[in-house]
């Protein structure tokens, strides 16, 4: 791994992967905290489990973000500068939702070309009602999935705990002490998303124990999720030093929780091959374009060592 003598430098690289490493085994431990080490009663219901790893999950963040900001080298305790070394801020914010979630969605032109001719199914199958009763009809149902996926917990940690939680963590925090610590950009991107997969090693655990399968069969599963976890880490690392925007990766972290893996191939139709082509040739061809720090920020000349863009245009 290379180490930059230039731009970093501010914290040593052994506080640095140390710190990292520190924080990706306290999100994970901590959520076995009220039962081994509270000795708290086990949760009578899903929904009590799920909200004990809420809280568990929000406390081992509030801790990364406190002891990240005694470990950079930040010089003002003022509420704005020291959010922005997290990538917390609301100038640019509307380009750093609308630009990543824009490519992202690339990755997935075969899914939604899967998910267009399920629904043209659906509606060709059947004798649409376009009467005032059948709109009032279709709007109450579809009412009732919204608020039926508001009110599913499992929705809640998919689409809102895990992706703040996790992006807070593992890029807000760890890249900016990677970076401070003198590692490269392509480095910290390579790097990054180690911690974030070995995050990911108690589902062999939970797995195995939980599904009562075989031990070869669960590290299959989560060997296969801990290769998603890298390639996504990889890539939300990217949008995160690209942009110094937390918008970005987070954004694209719940789009990506959502749609689940991209579809390549179906034997339905040859366009969802050819879709998930061209969307990938899309992707690649916009990264940089799309990505360009000049996009979601005032000036490029004046960032701090936990910033990169500066030196990345």
Known sequence: MEVDGGGGGDVSVSVAVVACIAMTVFYVAILYSPTLILRLPPPTSF????????????????????????????????????LSAYGIRLHHTWEALLLPLTLTSLMYTGSFILKFLSLWTSLTGQQTDLSFHGIKTALQDLINRIQSLICNISSWRLYIVAPFTEELVFRACM?????????KPYTVILLSPVFFSLAHLNHLLEYYMQQNSSLLKACMVVGFQLGYTVIFGS????????????????????FCNFMGLPAFFSRRTWMVSVGF?????????????????????????????????????
């Open 47 to 82: 929904n009590s489990y799920m909200t004990r790893r809420f809280v568990c999950a929000g406390i081992s963040t509030v801790v990364s973000l406190l002891v990240c900001a005694l470990i950079l080298p930040i010089n003002s305790w003022e509420t704005s500068y020291l």
């Open 175 to 183: 890249i900016p002490l990677l970076l401070c610590g003198g590692f």
């Open 235 to 254: 890539y939300a690392s990217f949008l995160f030093i690209r942009t110094g925007h937390i918008a970005a990766p987070l954004i694209s972290h719940m």
């Open 277 to 313: 082509v061209v969307g990938a040739v899309g992707f690649v061809y916009l990264l940089f374009p799309l990505t360009s720090p000049e996009l979601y920020n005032d000036r490029t000349d004046n960032c701090k060592c936990w910033h990169r863009y500066c030196g990345w245009s």
